[in-house]
């Protein structure tokens, strides 16, 4: 085919796609002007791969089946005529996950030994592991691009934050870009303004809001498939959960320090598993409900100490959603329990990550527009 016929071709599919996107735009807007509940797709927070997802993007809204949504008080939206608009399966997930936490607190009580002690400082190890996998990593690398990282460090965060076991790396940054565009609104998928609950798990124990649908559709990630580590881990991710967050685990107590296969799991996997994901929905919670807001009074984000005691320095909240691309998400220094920025700085002294973006502030905090 002559080149002139080939580039003809290629300008037209990309004008398509052009329409196609601004279509979806101009009807985004009208949804959300209106505030009509339009569920687009019921599944957009489990799209099964980038295809889909990059497909999902490029196609118009309009496109999708139109259901009507009822309204059940502040904490759910159920589809008509559906069995309610809880998500069972992650009821019943989150309710053993809780139950066996609930029996490894007590075990740990009861049988508190110099093994137990090994395991114990063990387990702190991955949770921190876990922690930086979700903070340094899925939060300031790839969801905010505050920094930029060599592969030793993407490959150490990205395998982190399968032992964190919070879903790919993908979903947690289109959830979170969401997040930030649509703070404490009907589009947020943890919408604070829903109660502490919804903000702390409710979310994920109901299907999203019907404006959500469309938020996540029209929310850039493609980038996120450009670099390799994020897309092995996206297609992988079962093998690697299953390997990282319960086998390696279990596996290092039991053959280097002779612990019991139950104490491994419930110390290890069980107790290091739900105190990361609690430390990490707190700032979803606590760190858009409870402390000062010396940066922006406008927004709804505060500034917890305690938030990022547990969560390695994201509690610093109020700072973050003014300035998103800062790395550090605080002004603060070393003694302000930022942990992840201490890695981040320590990574940079070792020539593994750079381009940190910082915010250059005044002296005097000025209230953020």
């Not at 400082?121 to 903070?135: E, I």
Request: some cysteine; aromatic content about 16%; glycine content about 6%.
């Amino acid at each position: 085919m002559p080149p002139d016929v080939l580039n003809r071709d290629r300008l037209e599919k990309v004008l398509k796609g052009l329409e196609a996107e601004a279509a979806a735009e101009e009807l985004l807007a009208s949804t959300l002007s209106k505030k009509t509940q339009t569920n687009v797709q019921e599944e957009v927070q489990d799209l099964p791969d980038y295809a889909a997802a990059a497909a999902a993007a490029s196609s118009p809204l309009s496109s999708s089946p139109i259901k009507h949504f009822e309204r059940c008080g502040p904490f759910i939206y159920v589809a008509e005529g559906s069995f309610g608009g809880y998500v069972w399966s992650r009821i019943v997930f989150f309710g053993l996950l809780h139950s066996l936490y609930a029996i490894a607190l007590y075990q740990l009580a009861m049988n508190w030994n110099a093994t137990t002690v090994k395991t114990w400082l063990f387990a702190w190890v991955m949770f921190t592991w876990s922690a930086l996998g979700v903070t340094a990593g899925a939060h300031r690398l790839w969801s905010h691009k505050s920094y930029q990282a060599k592969w030793p460090v993407r490959v150490f965060l990205m395998l982190g934050h399968c032992l964190a076991g919070q879903n790919t790396l993908y979903h947690w940054c289109r959830d979170h870009r969401v997040h930030h565009k649509h703070s404490e609104t009907d589009l947020d998928p943890h919408n604070s303004k829903r109660g502490f609950f919804f903000a702390h798990i409710g979310w994920l124990l109901v299907k999203s809001h019907p404006e959500y649908a469309a938020a996540s559709r029209t929310t850039y990630v493609q980038d996120l498939m450009k670099d390799p580590v994020v897309y092995f881990q996206h297609y992988r991710y079962k093998e690697l959960c299953v390997l990282f967050a319960l086998v390696l685990p279990m596996f290092v107590p039991i053959y280097f320090w002779g612990e019991s296969a139950s104490m491994a799991f419930f110390l290890a996997v069980i107790v290091r598993y739900v105190t990361c994901l609690h430390n990490t929905w707190f700032v979803n919670s606590a760190a858009h409900m409870f402390g000062e807001r010396p940066y922006n009074e406008k927004i709804q984000p505060r500034q917890n100490p305690a938030v990022s005691f547990g969560a390695l320095g994201e509690g610093y909240h109020n700072f973050h959603h003014s300035y998103p691309f800062d790395y550090a998400t605080s002004e603060l220094g070393v003694g302000s329990l930022n942990w992840t920025k201490n890695f981040i700085d320590f990574m940079f002294k070792l020539g593994l990550t750079y381009d940190l973006k910082v915010a250059h502030l005044s002296r005097e905090r000025k209230t953020a527009h």
